[in-house]
């Protein structure tokens, strides 16, 4: 079993719909769970950053963490032509060095 | 803010060739890391560091080098270029020792080896 599932299947979604994007993981000592998003030809920023169970809201976007089912969430309201993009998750330890596992990355193209 | 800067952005190499991917940082930051990406395969950890003169393997270091005389610098250094090696190199870097310090990355070295 994968240390981070994330299904690269690409979602094509109208202007103003919901994406929900999702990543399972096996490693009970992830702590500290991360979104990225990557643009083309560009490096991976940061979108969202939540710490143990909960949601966590950011404007149009909102993280999910289920710790019980190893399960996390990533849903972008009224979704923009801008949104398109590759999503990533990626999760850490609380000990170590910062190690991160990334999933593979979901591509997002939002239809106008 | 400049943040973590890479260079070359493209490069095409020939099978045996060595090179050098650049990158620095002006945030002062402890930690390093070096990426790969291949398509549809995510990202993967080829080396880190966690502060000048220390450096250790991640997943895939098989075939390259590293090295941290400096906080900005962490060069990786690939020496026998081989097309398994063609892929996108990212930089990261993050603040401090704790993993509540998300990563900063760069905007990537596209390589390919033919």
């Known amino acids: 079993q994968k240390e981070v599932e994330q299904d690269p299947g690409p979602l094509s979604v109208p202007e103003g719909a919901i994406v929900s994007l999702n990543c399972t993981y096996s490693?009970?000592?992830?702590?500290?769970f991360m979104w990225y998003r990557q643009y083309s030809r560009k490096g991976p920023e940061l979108l969202m950053y939540?710490?143990?169970?909960g949601n966590k809201e950011d404007g149009r976007f909102t993280a999910q963490v289920d710790k019980s089912s190893k399960y996390i969430s990533l849903f972008i309201r009224d979704s923009q032509p801008s949104d398109s993009a590759t999503y990533l998750c990626a999760m850490s330890a609380f000990y170590g060095n910062n190690r991160l596992a990334f999933g593979k990355g979901n591509q997002v193209v939002v239809i106008p | 803010n400049a943040g973590v800067t890479q260079t070359p952005k493209f490069r095409i190499l020939k099978i045996g060739q060595s090179m050098t991917l650049q990158c620095t940082q002006d945030?002062?930051?402890?930690?390093m890391y070096w990426y790969r990406q291949d398509p549809g395969m995510g990202l993967k950890l080829i080396y880190y560091s966690v502060g000048a003169g220390i450096t250790d393997k991640g997943e895939v270091p098989n075939g390259y080098n590293v090295s941290r005389s400096t906080t900005e610098d962490f060069p990786l250094r690939l020496e026998l270029a081989a097309p398994s090696q063609t892929s996108v190199y990212f930089c990261a870097s993050s603040q401090g020792q704790g993993n509540n310090q998300p990563q900063h990355f760069g905007d990537g070295t596209r390589l390919s080896i033919l």
């Open positions: 945030m002062n930051h402890n930690y």
């Open positions: 490693n009970s000592a992830f702590q500290y």
């Open positions: 939540t710490y143990s169970s």
